[in-house]
């Protein structure tokens, strides 16, 4: 939401000193030879490849190799308000969806861009850092899916065998763990408009939880991957401490471009560009791919695993007709609802990115520098269009403490690819104001999209179709979610600091009666925004369905051996939540069956101090009443 590049050059020299001794920055963890033969070889170093490096080398037994087509993170990458900042960088493979046919109308071409690592810890080191596991029936349904293994008592341990709880009022309540490698807490310095909102989701119906709790319809000021106020990506905490295993070799800006077959179709080496130079790396055991959603399904497609008929369109040998790449899921959310406040508080970059807030960040770990990617709010509601008496909502408001005017249009506005129209009709007029912003993400899409080779050079970049807003009922609950989000910015909280909705109008929608249904929906439609969790192309499945790619344990289907993919594009649902802690549990739990482990399920127990009598429920009444005010006062403006 900010961009503090401006201003490193000057600081760099104190800021690089500061970082060693605070958060032990400066480890360097490639190398730049290498084995012709691995027991595993893992293509990806992401925030899945990362964690199998970890734990499959704590074999000292087995030789393992990394291969990663990136770097490392940089002092920049773990700043945690500068998320925004690192995309259309070189660690970002910077792609674009194709253009949109019912969304995006307000992005250039109608292109949604889909920032995704390419560094070590992969988008571990690019993502907001919200720590979210989702919701228990997601993993129960995947398992009626045909992911048997994977319900929610299953994968509860892996979670917690990770996790190093760092804030004392959530570690110890039965549902989080310490110890684990990967630190979780929360932001030490919270705004103004973070604590509203806590206090305004209760006046729409829904109370102040842990996220990662029994209970998940609520609001809170969530937990994220930092560590000592720094992101703690999964490099930082997977890849860091095992650097020394004389076992494991990482190597950096490697291209992985094929994956190599015997006559058996047994996978038996990976070949990858480094430098301009192509090699070959073989293993004894097992392949597995870490790529991630998007360069998972296109090394595998590219490696003749894939469609038939696709493959065969551009000259690719077939190995084994599967549906990868089908089944792309991603949660989206519209812009829009942005609120003005007459009060100082908001995260504004001229206010936020200052000598001092930047040497209280490094010598100290606080400021709003902290902030995660400017997120300062979780909110789990229930639309009309879910299930009132379960406990599995629909939607996750994300409360930004800014919005895309917040840093003057030098960053969001270029990463979210904002039309010029848009910009200067509905945002520039904002731009001296405090604001922050409603972010409704839509969090189990019925639309769903693809990913294609466009060609058989690996270094084209894959073709990539969400197909957002194609299925009618997505629509209808983003519009309901959006009435919620408009209720929670008008709560009386915010009304204290004088919360107005932003009043410029958006192009293409002034045909319709503002905030009214269709407004809504042309809106939704007009700025469609990636929450940047792209999932499910490469799907889990049992072995006898033929939408599956992998089977529980991720193995290649279609008579394939000696193969694996391990990442979010396995999961055959989208989750309730962020994706990021999950794909580590997907990892973890990967790690065990190779090692022909398993961790027994876990219910968690349920103190007394979280037991709650009712769930979370939207007060329509409420919502009614302030879109009712707003109908009024439009009218009597007009008048």
């Known amino acids: 939401m900010v961009d503090i590049t401006p201003v490193l050059p000057a600081l760099l020299p104190l800021a690089t000193l500061l970082w060693i001794r605070a958060a032990d920055h400066s480890v360097s963890i490639s190398r730049n030879n290498w084995d012709s033969e691995y027991d595993y070889i893992i293509v990806g170093g992401g925030s899945a490849g990362a964690v199998l490096a970890n734990r499959l080398s704590e074999n000292p037994a087995w030789r393992i190799l990394l291969l990663e087509a990136g770097g490392s993170e940089s002092v920049l990458s773990d700043i945690p308000i500068a998320a925004a900042t690192l995309q259309m960088t070189p660690i970002d493979w910077a792609y674009q969806t194709e253009p949109q046919e019912a969304s995006c109308f307000g992005l250039i071409n109608r292109r949604s861009r889909w920032p995704r690592g390419r560094v070590l810890g992969g988008s571990s080191v690019l993502n907001y850092m919200l720590y979210i596991r989702g919701n228990r029936r997601d993993y129960d349904n995947w398992v009626r899916m045909g992911a048997f293994g994977w319900s929610w008592d299953d994968v509860f341990p892996y979670f917690l065998k990770s996790e190093d709880n760092r804030d004392p009022s959530l570690a110890y309540n039965g549902w989080h763990s310490t110890g684990g490698y990967l630190t979780v807490s929360t932001p030490p310095d919270a705004t103004p408009i973070a604590t509203s909102f806590v206090e305004a989701g209760k006046f729409v119906g829904y109370p102040n939880i842990d996220l990662n709790g029994p209970l998940q319809a609520g609001f809170a000021i969530p937990q994220g991957t930092i560590r000592r106020g720094a992101r703690c990506s999964t490099a930082k905490a997977f890849l860091r401490p095992c650097r020394k295993r004389p076992n494991l070799h990482v190597l950096t800006f490697a291209y992985a471009t094929r994956i190599l077959f015997n006559d058996h179709k047994k996978a038996i080496g990976v070949q990858f560009d480094r430098f301009s130079l192509t090699h070959v790396v073989y293993a004894r055991r097992e392949i597995i ?28 040998p077939v190995v084994a007709d599967l549906p990868v790449g089908d089944n792309l899921q991603d949660h989206i959310y519209p812009g829009g609802l942005h609120f003005t406040i007459n009060a100082k508080v908001s995260l504004i970059q001229r206010r936020v990115v200052t000598l001092p807030n930047i040497l209280t960040y490094f010598a100290s770990g606080r400021g709003p520098l902290t902030a995660l990617g400017g997120v300062e709010g979780l909110g789990y509601i229930k639309t009309k269009y879910t299930n009132f008496s379960d406990d599995h909502p629909d939607f996750e408001i994300h409360l930004l403490s800014g919005g895309p005017t917040s840093d003057d249009g030098q960053t969001f506005r270029r990463v979210q690819g904002l039309t010029r129209e848009l910009w200067e009709e509905v945002y520039r007029p904002y731009i001296p104001y405090d604001t922050f912003s409603m972010y409704p993400v839509l ?102 369905d033929k939408t599956s790619v992998v089977d529980p344990y991720l193995r290649v289907l279609g008579g394939v ?73 439009i009218v009597n403006k007009a008048k």
């Open 443 to 544: 969090l189990r899409p019925k639309s769903r999209g693809y990913v294609r080779l466009r060609s058989a050079n690996p270094y084209d970049p894959p073709i990539i179709d969400p197909r957002y807003f194609t299925h009618p009922d997505d629509i209808l609950a983003m519009v309901d979610a959006m009435k919620i989000s408009i209720a929670v910015g008008l709560a009386p909280a915010y009304r204290a600091m004088d919360s107005r909705l932003f009043e410029t109008v958006f192009p293409g929608c002034e045909i319709y009666h503002m905030w009214s249904d269709e407004y809504l929906a042309c809106l939704a439609r007009t700025y469609t925004a990636t929450i940047y969790h792209p999932v499910g192309t490469c799907r889990m499945g049992a072995p006898w």
């Open 561 to 633: 051996s000696g193969l694996r993919v391990a990442d979010g594009s396995v999961m055959p649902q989208i989750i309730s939540g962020n994706t990021n802690a999950p794909i580590i549990m997907i990892a973890e739990r990967l790690s065990d069956f190779i090692k022909g482990r398993k961790l027994p399920p876990i219910k968690p127990h349920l103190p007394g101090s979280l037991k709650r009598t009712g769930i979370g429920l939207t007060n329509y009444n409420h919502v009614e009443n302030i879109l009712s005010d707003l109908s009024r006062n």
């Open 289 to 316: 791919v870490s790529g991630g959603s998007i360069n998972s399904p296109q090394l595998l497609m590219l490696s003749g695993i894939g469609p038939a008929h696709h493959l065969a369109s551009l000259g690719i």
